[in-house]
Nanobody, 121 residues
Framework: QVQLQESGPGLVEPSQTLSLTCTVSGGSITANKYHWSWIRQPPGKGLEWMGAIDYEGSNYYNPSLKSRTSISRDTSKNQFSLQLASVTPEDTAVYYC?????????????WGQGTQVTVSS
């Protein structure tokens, strides 16, 4: 079973870049058909998909965040990362990494536990 663990600073100052890493175990980030996403949930609001990188390294971004978001991967470490530039207090949220694959036998959908990021000076 795939396991995901988010890591990164819990506090980021406004105008800085938020950087998070998701470490994957129990499976490879190059495994066929898997998409590796970052999803966030601001306080009192619903989940917001931010973007993804797939098993071939192709990127997909939420149009509303595309100008500030970059998702990359390190296959040697089996990790993928999020960078969100020019953050404001509105970027305060719990950030989750997610693995999703639609396979012949069904859908694999795995989540990290989430990490709180607060944007404040």
């Amino acid at each position: 079973q795939v396991q995901l663990q988010e890591s990164g600073p819990g506090l980021v100052e406004p105008s800085q870049t938020l950087s998070l890493t998701c470490t994957v175990s129990g499976g490879s980030i190059t495994a066929n058909k898997y998409h590796w996403s970052w999803i966030r949930q601001p306080p009192g609001k619903g989940l917001e998909w931010m973007g993804a990188i797939d098993y071939e390294g192709s990127n997909y971004y939420n149009p509303s965040l595309k100008s500030r978001t970059s998702i990359s991967r390190d296959t040697s470490k089996n990790q993928f990362s999020l960078q969100l530039a020019s953050v404001t207090p509105e970027d305060t949220a719990v950030y989750y990494c997610n693995a999703l694959a639609s396979l012949g036998r069904g859908v694999d959908d795995y989540w990290g536990q989430g990490t709180q990021v607060t944007v404040s000076s």
